[in-house]
């Protein structure tokens, strides 16, 4: 019962998160969710702290339960670590979606039907493909703990997925960072809220990335020393000495 329960759990909270980056997109994309939006008849700085304040709880919840030392302080079963994180991660994103709060005051906003806005949205949507497809150039179901349930439920050990380069690894050491800040950046309609986020959102990412590598020079040793020789961080470097 407790291995079905755990496996119940894994899904919940897999789908739980997808519904969170939904959410997220539809927040960017101002469809349905309307908040990042600018408008002028908002006043004060509470709006500004509570942007700020959501940006900040999803650094920290999506960054600390990450972190080795946090894992080794703290030891939990595979099979609902990860599973957690997934969770918590989900209702985090629902929950920065739904309270984001509109701002004053906009860069930009082009035509909808403008050739600049197009390219703007074609590029941007590449960004999230990017992301997408990433995931599946790893372990997705590892990624998001589907496999450690799975693996609990068939009553085997969890091992953890060899390190190894395939697509778009070959050419940046995070793509899926590299595909949100394209995502985040590349938008027809700059508010000064959009804006709010992508710079609290790059700051966010380079700082997980730090603390990530951090991490992964210690777990995976010499032959991740070497990846970080020869791969650059987010912008792919196209030549023919990168990592093959």
């Given at each position: 019962?407790?291995?079905l329960?755990?496996?119940?759990?894994?899904?919940?909270?897999?789908?739980?998160?997808?519904?969170?980056?939904?959410?997220?997109?539809?927040?960017?994309?101002?469809?349905?969710?309307?908040?990042?939006?600018?408008?002028?008849?908002?006043?004060?700085?509470?709006?500004?702290?509570?942007?700020?304040?959501?940006?900040?709880?999803?650094?920290?919840?999506?960054?600390?339960?990450?972190?080795?030392?946090?894992?080794q302080?703290?030891?939990?079963?595979?099979?609902?670590?990860?599973?957690?994180?997934?969770?918590?991660?989900?209702?985090?994103?629902?929950?920065?979606?739904?309270?984001?709060?509109?701002?004053?005051?906009?860069?930009?906003?082009?035509?909808?039907?403008?050739?600049?806005?197009?390219?703007?949205?074609?590029?941007?949507?590449?960004?999230?493909?990017?992301?997408?497809?990433?995931t599946?150039?790893?372990?997705?179901?590892?990624?998001?703990?589907?496999?450690?349930?799975?693996?609990q439920?068939?009553?085997?050990?969890?091992?953890?997925?060899?390190?190894?380069?395939?697509?778009?690894?070959?050419?940046?050491?995070?793509?899926?960072?590299?595909?949100?800040?394209?995502?985040?950046?590349?938008?027809?309609?700059?508010?000064?809220?959009?804006?709010?986020?992508?710079?609290?959102?790059?700051?966010?990412?380079?700082?997980?990335?730090?603390?990530?590598?951090?991490?992964?020079?210690?777990?995976?040793g010499?032959?991740?020393?070497?990846?970080?020789?020869?791969?650059?961080?987010?912008?792919?470097?196209?030549s023919?000495?990168?990592?093959?």
């Amino acid at each position: 019962m407790k291995r079905l329960l755990i496996l119940i759990y894994s899904v919940v909270s897999y789908l739980l998160f997808l519904i969170g980056i939904g959410f997220l997109f539809l927040l960017l994309t101002n469809i349905g969710i309307h908040n990042m939006m600018s408008n002028d008849s908002i006043s004060g700085i509470m709006p500004w702290l509570i942007n700020i304040g959501l940006m900040i709880l999803f650094a920290l919840s999506h960054s600390i339960p990450a972190r080795l030392k946090f894992k080794q302080r703290y030891p939990c079963s595979p099979a609902i670590e990860r599973n957690t994180y997934v969770f918590v991660s989900g209702v985090v994103l629902i929950l920065l979606a739904i309270y984001w709060q509109p701002l004053p005051g906009k860069l930009w906003q082009l035509p909808s039907h403008s050739m600049g806005a197009i390219l703007l949205n074609i590029i941007g949507g590449l960004g999230w493909i990017i992301c997408i497809a990433s995931t599946f150039m790893v372990s997705h179901t590892d990624l998001y703990g589907l496999r450690q349930s799975w693996l609990q439920w068939k009553n085997k050990a969890y091992t953890h997925i060899p390190f190894q380069m395939r697509g778009f690894y070959k050419l940046t050491r995070h793509p899926m960072m590299t595909g949100f800040l394209i995502a985040f950046w590349f938008t027809p309609d700059m508010t000064s809220g959009r804006l709010l986020f992508n710079i609290g959102m790059t700051i966010y990412i380079f700082w997980g990335i730090y603390l990530e590598e951090i991490d992964l020079k210690e777990t995976l040793g010499k032959e991740y020393h070497e990846y970080l020789k020869k791969v650059p961080k987010i912008i792919p470097k196209l030549s023919k000495n990168h990592y093959k």
